[in-house]
DNA sequence: TTTCATCTACCTACTAGTAGGAAGCCAAAC
DNA sequence: GTTTGGCTTCCTACTAGTAGGTAGATGAAA
């Protein structure tokens, strides 16, 4: 039995994947799963707090799935692999075609303060993941860094949002791919 | 003596780099340049009109920048780095700090057809002129590329466009550089 | 005399958000 | 064991404000 403001918060995603902060109304998400705008407004009595809940709820999932990916695979070049083909699965069955971060990070000069300040700290935590799968690569002779490990992490992290905007521009799924793997395969040791 | 219209679009395109397609309104407009709503509609009928007018000239300018700094400077090299120290110090000094279309290629999924067509348009005039130069670079031995110009042109554009998103979600003019230009660097043959 | 740019005045649809009430549930009081 | 009272959830009905867009008049310029 799932609740009604996971229910709220499940609908208001992919409108915000769609199109941003401003891209969904109470109404839109009224008519998804047949309640009033004003039983919206109970769970979540204002729009900030809202889209704040769906932000820390994206984080939470986020913590546990990289977490959970990081138990799964011993070396740190199958998680980065693992980490990649995530968002190019998501990507290439529509299912989440757009971190939800991303798409908020490009609206951070009209979002309320407490959105704003919550898409920045999923920044950092991704940001400071990649660097420690990095870090760890390197230690283990795995990757060859040209950076520091959080430099590393941020052109990493760079690419794989570039490379989710390109594929929406282009409406290929394909480009994400074409533009993350040979990023990915740079820091290979083995590759040069 | 500018045109009424160009002072339209002179304001609305801020307004649409803080906050996309959705983030701004006629009244917006009306409000900062002293002319009721109705006469904006006079020159712009639809506010999709108005978007695609918007991105038409935006890409015409780009077009325009872009020869302009391949007759100012000879080699590939200088291009790509003054291609990226212009966004830079637009970043830096915040008079243009994201790309017009970069944040409508977030909106792709609910912008009117006939914008997201333009926005598509000005992703592959980029990466047509980035490869290109790329390829100039390539054959006169200042690039080593791992990649078809192509896909190096697609990888060096979202780069750009995720050092956008990541220096405005960290709230930092630092970030763009700090992942661009080890980018650039990782190009050039005297590098290694 | 037509065309252009702007105006006032208005429209409908939608925005987030509020007030107040009805129904159901659950636990404590009688 | 039933009643009471509070809590949760959802509802109808509403608000003030904003969205994009229109009709028609005015005045100036060509």
Chains 1, 2 share one sequence.
Request: one cysteine or more.
């Amino acid at each position: 039995m799932i609740s009604t403001s996971e229910k709220i918060l499940d609908v208001a995603q992919p409108l915000i994947v769609a199109g941003g902060y401003n891209g969904f109304s109470y109404a839109d998400i009224s008519d998804a799963i047949g309640i009033r705008k004003a039983s919206i407004h109970h769970h979540f009595p204002t729009k900030a707090e809202l889209v704040s809940a769906l932000v820390d709820r994206y984080r939470q999932q986020t913590e546990r799935g990289l977490k959970s990916l990081q138990e799964q695979f011993a070396s740190p070049t199958d998680q980065l692999q693992a980490y990649v083909n995530f968002w190019q699965a998501c990507i290439g069955d529509a299912s989440l075609p757009f971190c939800v971060c991303a798409m908020l990070a490009g609206e951070m000069p009209m979002l309320p303060d407490e959105v704003a300040s919550r898409v920045r700290a999923h920044f950092h935590h991704l940001a400071g993941w990649l660097s420690s799968v990095l870090q760890a690569g390197a230690e283990q002779h795995l990757f060859r860094l040209d950076q520091r490990p959080h430099e590393e992490a941020q052109m990493l992290m760079a690419s794989v949002h570039g490379a989710m905007l390109s594929a929406r521009a282009f409406a290929d799924p394909g480009v994400f791919a074409a533009i993350v793997k040979p990023q990915l395969a740079r820091l290979l040791v083995a590759e040069r």
